[in-house]
C-alpha cells in the first residue's frame, strides 16, 4: 500500500497514552464502599473479595489490549491509507496464515479466562467447614435475617426484619420538605443506605448464607464481600464469606423487585468475635422468656370460726284442769 502522512511516532505516543489512561481507570485503590467517582469496582473487605477484584482486572486489561489493537489499526487504516492520500488498495481476499493466528490467539484467552473464572467460582461455591449459618430471606421491600447456628451450636430465635430507616423514609415521602444530604450517621451520607437494624457478624469467621425469598426475586449485594447472590422464591442458594476487616458495609438489592425497588438497603455490621458473642447473648436472652414462677399456696386461715352458742329456749307447760 502507499503510505500517508501519519508519522509512526505519533501513532506510538497515542497508543502510549491511551494503554496509561486504562490503567488508571482499573488499577487504582478502591475502599471498602463505593465511593463517589470510583472507577473500578471494590476491592472488598473479605478473604474471598480480592478474586473478583483480581478476575475483574484481567478481563477488563484484555478487553482494553484488544480495543487498542482494534481500533488503533482500524483508525490507521482509515487515515494513513485512505484514497485521497493516494492509496490503492492490494487485491488478495485470503491470508490463510493470518486467519490461523487471528483465529487461535482469542481462544487461547478465552481459555485462560475460563480457567481463572472456573477456579474462582469453584472456591466460591465452597460453603463446607462454615463456622456461622445466617438465612437471608427477601421481601417487598425488605430483608429478614435468621441465624441458624454459630460454632456448632444451633441459635433459637434470634432473627429480625431490616427496612429502609426512618430517617431516609420521611425524607424519600413526597413534598417532605427535606434534604437527602442531610441523613448522615456521622460524616457518611446515607440517605437511602441505611436500616433500622444491620446485620450483625463477627470478623474472622467463615459465614455461610443460605438465601431465599418469599414473594418475588431479589438479589442479595454487598460490594464489599465481592459476590450477589439471587433470592428466589422457593429455591434456596448458597454463598460464603469470611470478613477480615471489623466496620459497616452498605449494599442494595440487585434485582429490580417492585416499585419500592430502590430502597430496601442492606447493611452488614461486622464485630471483633468477642463484641459479636456478646451481642449474640443478648439477642438470646432477649428471645428467651423468664421461666414460669411456681403458683403461690393460697394463704392458710389464722383465726378460728367463732362457736355459735346454743340457747335453749324454755319449755312452757300448760294448764291441767
Known amino acids: 500500500m502507499t503510505s500517508g502522512g501519519i508519522k509512526p511516532g505519533s501513532i506510538k505516543r497515542a497508543v502510549a497514552a491511551s494503554a496509561l489512561f486504562a490503567l488508571t481507570m482499573f488499577g487504582g485503590v478502591a475502599s471498602a464502599n463505593p465511593q463517589p467517582g470510583q472507577l473500578n469496582m471494590t476491592r472488598g473487605a473479605s478473604t474471598w473479595s480480592p478474586e473478583a477484584y483480581f478476575l475483574n482486572n484481567v478481563a477488563l486489561g484484555v478487553c482494553v489490549v484488544i480495543?487498542?489493537?482494534?481500533?488503533?489499526?482500524?483508525f490507521i487504516a482509515m487515515f494513513r491509507f485512505r484514497k485521497s492520500r493516494g492509496a490503492v488498495a492490494e487485491k488478495w481476499s485470503h491470508n490463510t496464515t493470518l486467519e490461523i493466528v487471528w483465529t487461535t490467539i482469542p481462544v487461547i484467552i478465552l481459555i485462560v479466562l475460563a480457567y481463572l473464572a472456573t477456579g474462582g467460582l469453584r472456591t466460591f461455591a465452597d460453603t463446607t467447614g462454615s463456622q456461622m449459618t445466617v438465612k437471608v430471606t427477601g421481601y417487598q421491600w425488605k430483608w429478614r435475617y435468621d441465624y441458624v447456628e454459630y460454632q456448632g451450636k444451633a441459635i433459637d430465635k434470634v432473627g429480625f426484619m431490616s427496612k429502609l430507616d426512618r430517617e431516609s423514609d420521611e425524607t424519600r415521602q413526597l413534598n417532605s420538605g427535606l434534604d437527602p444530604h442531610n441523613v448522615k450517621v456521622?460524616?457518611?451520607n446515607t440517605y437511602l443506605l441505611n436500616v433500622d437494624k444491620p446485620l450483625v457478624v463477627p470478623v474472622g469467621t467463615k459465614i455461610r448464607f443460605v438465601i431465599t425469598a418469599g414473594d418475588v426475586?431479589?438479589?442479595?449485594?454487598?460490594?464489599?464481600l465481592g459476590w450477589k447472590m439471587d433470592a428466589i422464591p422457593g429455591i434456596v442458594n448458597a454463598a460464603w464469606t469470611n470478613i477480615t476487616?471489623?466496620?459497616t458495609y452498605r449494599g442494595q438489592c440487585a434485582e429490580l423487585c417492585g416499585q419500592d425497588h430502590g430502597f430496601m438497603p442492606i447493611v452488614v455490621q461486622a464485630l471483633p468475635k468477642a463484641e459479636f458473642e456478646k451481642w449474640l447473648a443478648e439477642q438470646e436472652a432477649a428471645a428467651t422468656p423468664p421461666p414460669a414462677q411456681p403458683a403461690a399456696p393460697a394463704p392458710a386461715?389464722?383465726?378460728a370460726a367463732p362457736k355459735t352458742a346454743a340457747v335453749d329456749a324454755p319449755v312452757s307447760?300448760?294448764?291441767q284442769g
Open 217 to 224: 426475586i431479589h438479589s442479595w449485594w454487598v460490594p464489599a
Open 245 to 247: 476487616e471489623p466496620g
Open 301 to 303: 386461715s389464722t383465726a
Open 317 to 319: 307447760q300448760g294448764h
Open 67 to 74: 480495543g487498542i489493537l482494534v481500533f488503533g489499526a482500524m
Open 186 to 188: 456521622g460524616d457518611e
